[in-house]
């Protein structure tokens, strides 16, 4: 893309109102724009991070098999009342009555939903195992909204739901979530730890929370330092290996890790002193298994092969889509702007035109532009006519995690700078090899 | 996918409640079901479907150089009343309380809002041409929602608006926007015919209406049989070129073709007898220039050359996602069930096991299902213990252009079958030719 022809409306100033990095950054970087209270709008530069974090958690479910589908944003408020929540969830759902006076809502969550689609057609133990999930908009209508999309009221979530017929193969998808979760987070350049949590209004004993530590986070959480030794890394999974994934699952548990809910001061106090440590984190996702919670009330029942009714089991798990935004930069940033880590990256590379007008400097960017686009590197070009310290400092504002320099003095030796937003490191190269080392950087990816 | 796996519920019976055909299939196929009335949640086979449509509009409207986004789908009343349109709107618009009392409403469309954001940071000519567009979810409470996804309540649509400084470069964005319409018709299998239609409620003395021609459509349709001659084709187009834009505009709208709206009969009777039709078609899309119309109530200014404050020129131009859906069944369908067009498909091809439990033909499915997923052709193996005529007719109701089958007679002499859905031909040829002839099929999608 080049940037003369793109809408990247960025700020000089830092907005009074936003109270966190990541708010004042997405702001200042032309990322979102508040609509209104709690409610944003994705600027161009903002929707590319977004769709680039959703596509992540789509290829990871679908890798450990989950089924991509997609339920609606109005629900009617009569599944919520078979299952007992309508009453229950206060003034945080934003109620609606339609035209013909029907009660509707906007969903916050579709556990009644997607119930209600697989009694309807799931008669039997061998449309089992299932896991179903969706992306989709959500509103909480939270009393104040803040922290921008961190805390927002209209926000993208991923969530998932698996049918099972007994506990045990409930629990294989639970730790097949895990699983998934762990590798989608590393894939955006997060460390997310998996602390046990509090069953809250979905209910279940099994769940645990995702957190990616963070000063600015919302909970404090208490763990022992050799938890976040742990990296899932490129390791082979077989999520259908029920004692492969249980076996990820202790691995990643099986050290204190806790938030302010269920912190527990006599466990803390059996880690090692100097491994106890307590900071702030930002939750992420969360997974739970909950049972019959839903099925039996709704009546989500399948023959088993002895030809009885049984109640599913059931378990649902979330990834918050547009909060991970904030979330990634709150952990990768520093007093110049966002640093993408490069699997979320709205663009791989800036390219930055030292001298615009100059004909063979503008050639030089046009072919290099070029080259990195059918390399699948996706540059962005800044070919405006603007000082070369306003380049830099839109791209180190904007994080893209690459940059190349281009200028009549380099082009004399025919090198070109490629710059690290992370380290400042730069190398002088030549143009092809700047090509050849960033195609190969996102190759992978 | 191997459907064994898969989440596919068709149906048996006819629903009785549908009372056009691609509802039918639709309900029929496992694509969709209604979650409350005019709202429907899309099963996996549909959200395949969907997620297809719109990649195809988002690689239209990029490649025409207009810049994705993304709007939310809840807005403030604040901004519709400064419009003037919060009044006019009527039922249709789904309106909302929030818990602080607030006037909140679900966009049935964008144009407050997209011009809110250009006012909030574009001061400058400089900026121009810039058109953004998003694909969101959107609300209209239909007093008789019918007709499945055609005319739901909660539907997806592409809006997108461009901002320019005359009246003459509005027109080049309008002229691009039809170009960039007819390619992504085509590309879905659709011939879609520019019809001049009226402005409605969003205004505008210029604008099309794209109609695709069917029994069910809700419009009725006046045309020169020669406009149905009329293709885009794979033709090269420059969008900056603005007499290339024009000129297809010409080519594409210089026969009569109207909606019962603006059908003027002495023009029509002007047509050859033996070339006027009237039928009834599909609305699918339209395009509108409006001018100053949301620009000057709401202060959407630049500065020009000369330095004076004008109002900027605007269109808004849109593309229904989700009724594509239903329209592409409408347009493409036989007595057994759908016929993808092979840009849509959810399954580049379907693989048919004759005798599941054989372990030769078990070995050889589970080859070329391999094979063809390596080659990107996206198959669905139905690997059911099934009867070949339960397993056809799935096939069939659900649509995929093209089924492999595969049994151990034709495996004794090294041959599949490879069946195209639209004509039922059938040629045999080894497992590898059947891979290679998909894979150059959807080589080029």
Not at 384 to 403: Q, V
């Amino acid at each position: 893309m080049r940037l003369s022809r793109y809408f990247l409306p960025v700020l000089k100033e830092t907005p009074a109102e936003a109270q966190i990095v990541s708010h004042r950054l997405m702001l200042r970087a032309g990322m979102i724009r508040q609509a209104s209270a709690g409610i944003y709008s994705w600027l161009p530069l903002g929707f590319k991070v977004l769709s680039r974090i959703e596509r992540i958690v789509h290829e990871e479910q679908q890798r450990a098999g989950h089924i991509p589908m997609l339920m609606p944003t109005i629900q009617s408020a009569d599944l919520w009342r078979e299952s007992g929540r309508y009453d229950d969830y206060g003034e945080e759902m934003l109620r609606i009555t339609d035209r013909h006076k029907r009660d509707m809502l906007y969903g916050p969550t579709n556990e009644e939903l997607i119930t209600d689609i697989f009694r309807s057609y799931v008669g039997s133990y061998k449309a089992l195992p299932l896991t179903l999930y969706h992306i989709q908009w959500k509103f909480r209508d939270e009393v104040r909204p803040r922290f921008g999309v961190m805390r927002g009221r209209e926000f993208l979530m991923k969530d998932g739901y698996n049918f099972d017929l007994t506990k045990e193969a409930a629990l294989h998808a639970y730790n097949r979530h895990l699983v998934s979760y762990l590798r989608t987070y590393e894939r955006m350049g997060l460390q997310a730890i998996p602390m046990r949590a509090d069953g809250g209004p979905i209910g279940g004993d099994y769940t645990h929370e995702f957190l990616v530590l963070a000063e600015t986070g919302e909970s404090e959480v208490f763990y022992d330092s050799a938890i976040t030794d742990l990296k899932f890394g490129d390791r082979a999974i077989d999520y259908d290996d029920i004692a492969e994934c249980r076996g990820v699952l202790e691995e990643f548990t099986s050290r204190y890790a806790r938030t302010d809910e269920t912190h527990d001061e006599a466990k803390f106090a059996e880690i090692p002193e100097e491994r106890r440590r307590s900071a702030r984190g930002i939750e992420v996702g969360q997974i739970f298994y909950f049972g019959t919670k839903y099925s039996e009330p709704m009546g989500a029942t399948v023959t088993d092969e002895t030809g009885a009714q049984v109640a599913v089991h059931m378990g649902s798990h979330g990834i918050g889509v547009s909060r991970l935004a904030g979330a990634i930069i709150e952990a990768s940033h520093d007093e110049k702007g966002i640093i993408w880590p490069e699997g979320v990256t709205p663009f791989g590379a800036g390219v930055v035109n030292l001298r615009q007008g100059d004909a063979a400097t503008d050639a030089a960017c046009d072919d290099i532009y070029t080259k990195l686009k059918a390399a699948g590197v996706d540059p962005l070009y800044d070919d405006r006519e603007e000082r070369a310290g306003s380049k830099f400092a839109t791209m180190d504002l904007i994080g893209l995690p690459w940059r190349v320099t281009i200028g009549p003095r380099g082009l004399k030796s025919g090198q070109v700078e490629l710059t690290r937003r992370k380290t400042g490191e730069t190398v002088e190269l030549s143009p092809d090899d700047a090509v050849a080392r960033l195609a190969e950087i996102y190759a992978a990816r």
